[in-house]
């Protein structure tokens, strides 16, 4: 299965205390590289949600913010300590009458850097609380899942049409390989001739000895077995539940190097053209295959 390395999600829920959202987005990586941030009032999931994530994601820099905006209402926003209150009233008052001093004894006075008012604790059921931030989490992961899918789709279509392009230049480069002991032959007659003007005439069996041997020395035949194994592996490796992308690079690397070969063996123009055509494909291939988990 082709999954993406990069995704995006946001998932939110709300409750009569609090709105809780969570972002996940992620990059290419050679390995899992997961960064969660929680509020304080949600590190005990944090456990928890590094194992979920990891269970379902192998590579990639993985970034998840969890946000919480909590609601209250506004008669819950601030409570008064009426008992602090009052307690200051009676003090000025004595320290009022002990020093014989006129004046109201105004709110504002008694509000003055004493707390009588402020904000109200939060009385969340953290039950609830936690239990949809974990609900949220789950469905922003899900979503992300989703959206590295379908890239994953678009990219291992990619794959196979390239592969089948890749085959076709392979199919082309076989036919031309076998006539080359022909060409060989008469190549090698051509350069003696004109290495001795003519005036020397070539020997028959040794003409053939050489031929065949340079004809062995340019046999791709192996090769071109090679790399049909590896294209076939590609597409099995594509089917499979695993995460493929470190396989694929490895092909990859392995047909590059038959391609190669190939390049250096042929005598055939067309042949070297047909070469230059897969590898292109190829170089597609491997920066796509950065992509993939």
């Known amino acids: 299965m082709t999954m993406s390395m990069t995704g995006f999600a946001i998932a939110e829920a709300f409750n009569q ?3 809780i959202s969570v972002e996940i987005r992620s990059y290419n990586s050679r390995n899992l590289d997961l960064s969660l941030r929680l509020p304080k009032e949600l590190t005990e999931i944090e456990t928890w949600a590094k194992k979920t ?9 993985v970034d998840v913010v969890v946000r919480v905006d909590e609601t209250p209402s506004e008669t819950d926003m601030f409570e008064i300590d009426e008992a602090k209150a009052k307690a200051l ?5 004595r320290l009022k009458e002990s020093l014989g001093i006129g004046g109201e004894i105004t709110l504002e006075l008694i509000l003055k ?20 931030a974990k609900s949220c989490v789950t469905r922003a992961l899900d979503d992300f899942i989703a959206m590295r899918k379908t890239e994953g789709d678009h990219i291992e279509r990619d794959f196979l049409n390239r592969l089948d392009d890749i085959e076709k230049s392979l199919e082309e480069i076989g036919r031309e390989s076998v006539g080359m002991t022909v060409f060989y032959k008469q190549r090698l007659i051509k350069r ?9 005439v070539p020997d028959p069996e040794r003409i053939d000895q050489e031929t065949a041997f340079i004809a062995d020395r340019s046999d791709i035949s192996e090769e071109i077995t090679r790399i049909e194994s590896h294209i076939k592996q590609f597409r099995e490796i594509l089917k499979s539940e695993e995460s493929p992308g470190r396989k694929l690079n490895f092909l990859i690397q392995e047909l590059n190097r038959e391609f ?6 042929t005598g055939s123009v067309q042949a070297s053209r047909m070469v230059l055509d897969a590898k292109s494909e190829l170089e597609k291939i491997r920066e796509q295959v950065q992509n993939v988990e």
Do not use: C, Q, W
């Open 17 to 19: 205390d609090a709105a």
């Open 53 to 61: 994530i990891s269970e379902k994601v192998v590579r990639g820099r």
């Open 89 to 93: 009233y009676h003090v000025y008052s």
């Open 113 to 132: 850097n004493n707390d009588v008012i402020r904000p109200a604790e939060s009385k969340k059921d953290m039950e609830v609380f936690v239990r949809d």
């Open 192 to 200: 003696i001739s004109e290495l001795t003007a003519g005036v020397t």
């Open 260 to 265: 190669n070969t190939i390049g250096s063996k």
